[in-house]
């Protein structure tokens, strides 16, 4: 299994204030069958 936090940001628009809010998206794989899980989060933890 490979994980990392992925090189780019994405960004979300927050409904009630409008600001542009960066998400981190941590993605990991299982490389021979080539499956992978990747979720948001608005801040990046140090641990999962």
Do not use: C, H
Request: proline share 6%; aromatic share 14%.
């Amino acid at each position: 299994m490979e994980v990392d936090w992925s090189g780019d940001k994405l960004s979300i628009k927050d409904r009630n204030t409008g600001e542009k809010l960066p998400i981190y998206v941590f993605v990991a794989t299982l490389p021979y069958s080539q499956l992978f899980y990747a979720e948001g989060f608005i801040i990046m933890p140090l641990l999962l």
